[in-house]
């Protein structure tokens, strides 16, 4: 049976950096947006978001006494798709998690996946004869420090529950928090999960393949840490790199697996190799 989930987002292939946001650099409007004002870095307007009316608007809801603020930021307007989540990297939720810990980790997991809320691309849209029909892409944005720690720790939180319900065999505090957060974020307007049909890939001349999507990044997130929950996977991390990988039956990997990849393996041999001269 082919992976009905599809999800497909982009992120800056030019990496990421922290920047710090100050109160000189806006003004504000009634609304609580803020428009970079002549001073302002080059970063501030380009990761500014364009509105209909080609004003460059920022961060909504920012008080004064917030400042200075840490923003991650792109280190260009670039942006590329990535379609990897499921397939390469299983253990994403878990790095998302991490994120909560430390600034570093947060920037591993942005330069890996990007931003968590930025839109999951739909399938491409058709017109009646079959024709792709452009779409219009947002600018990547720009996200606090803060903010990615409060959505991190969430998940963090979540995946504490699952460790303490495969010790002692009961899920209903898991389930619990998941149903709780399930309330939280789904918007009536704007369901977290989609169905959907998509062109078939692989032959266009075959019908349609049917297709769950996730509205965002962090829903997708949050759509794998269920499927590694009722598939009961086993998570490790690997020792040279932040990255989460599953162990276990039907995954090719033991227990005592320490490497998320060869690369990972050779590059720990070298190290002690080199250690050890």
Not at 1 to 15: A, Q, S, V
Not at 48 to 53: A, H, I, R
Not at 245 to 256: C, H, N, P, V
Request: charged share 30%.
């Amino acid at each position: 049976m082919p992976n009905l989930i599809w999800f497909e987002w982009e992120k800056c292939p030019d990496g990421y950096t922290i920047e710090e946001l100050r109160a000189e650099y806006l003004t504000f409007e009634r609304d609580g947006t803020g428009q970079p004002t002549k001073s302002a870095p080059a970063w501030v307007i380009e990761t500014s978001v364009w509105k209909e009316t080609d004003e460059r608007l920022f961060t909504p809801d920012i008080e004064f006494d917030d400042f200075p603020i840490l923003m991650v930021v792109p280190k260009s307007e670039r942006v590329v798709q990535s379609q990897t989540l499921i397939e390469e990297s299983p253990g994403a939720f878990m790095m998302f998690a991490d994120c909560a810990k430390s600034l570093k980790k947060t920037l591993l997991f942005v330069e890996q996946f990007g931003y968590p809320h930025i839109a999951v691309l739909g399938p491409d849209p058709v017109d009646r004869l079959g024709r792709r029909l452009s779409v219009t892409r947002l600018p990547l944005g720009n996200y606090s420090v803060d903010q990615f720690s409060i959505e991190a720790d969430e998940m963090a939180k979540i995946v504490q529950l699952w460790e303490e319900a495969k010790l002692n065999g009961s899920y209903w505090d898991l389930l619990y928090d998941l149903n709780e957060h399930e309330r939280e974020t789904t918007r009536k307007e704007d369901d977290a999960i989609r169905a959907n049909l998509r062109e078939n890939r692989a032959d266009r001349a075959q019908p349609p393949q049917f297709s769950i999507t996730p509205r965002s990044l962090e829903d997708a997130l949050w759509l794998q840490f269920k499927i590694a929950v009722s598939d009961n996977t086993q998570m490790q991390q690997c020792t040279e790199c932040p990255t989460w990988f599953a162990y276990g039956a039907g995954t090719g990997r033991r227990k005592s697996a320490l490497y998320c990849s060869p690369k990972c393996s050779k590059t720990a041999y070298r190290r002690r190799k080199a250690e050890s001269q």
